[in-house]
């Protein structure tokens, strides 16, 4: 069973940087898309990143030019890379990974940004 296991969470000033990893495990086959998303208290889950298996990125405008999504396939793991942290990007994250019709979502990690 094909399971997704984020970490990296944590209190972290404005202006301050936090990489977030999502480690696949439970079967050997790899994702066509492994993606980050976060919903805030009273907000909808959005898609703040991800990354194609061939490496293709996508990137939320709110975070463009400060998170950067990247993939370790020997690791299965999945980065982001957080910089210039803002109180708005506080959030509860989430990974999920996409192969063919299926999709699998972790249990997340939270986020808190202080100003």
């Given at each position: 069973?094909?399971?997704?296991?984020?970490?990296?969470?944590?209190?972290?000033?404005f202006g301050g940087s936090l990489?977030?990893?999502?480690?696949?495990s439970g079967n050997i086959f790899t994702m066509d898309?492994?993606?980050?998303?976060?919903?805030?208290p009273g907000k909808q889950r959005e898609l703040v990143a991800d990354i194609s298996q061939s490496g293709d990125t996508i990137y939320a405008d709110s975070v463009k030019g400060r998170f950067t999504?990247?993939?370790d396939?020997?690791?299965?793991?999945?980065?982001?890379?957080m910089n210039s942290l803002k109180p708005e990007d506080t959030a509860k994250y989430y990974c999920k990974g996409n192969y063919r019709q299926y999709e699998y979502w972790g249990q997340g990690t939270q986020v808190t940004v202080s100003s």
């Open positions: 069973q094909v399971q997704l296991v984020e970490s990296g969470g944590g209190l972290v000033q990489r977030l990893s999502c480690l696949v898309v492994v993606g980050w998303y976060r919903q805030a999504i990247s993939s396939n020997a690791k299965n793991t999945v980065y982001l890379q």
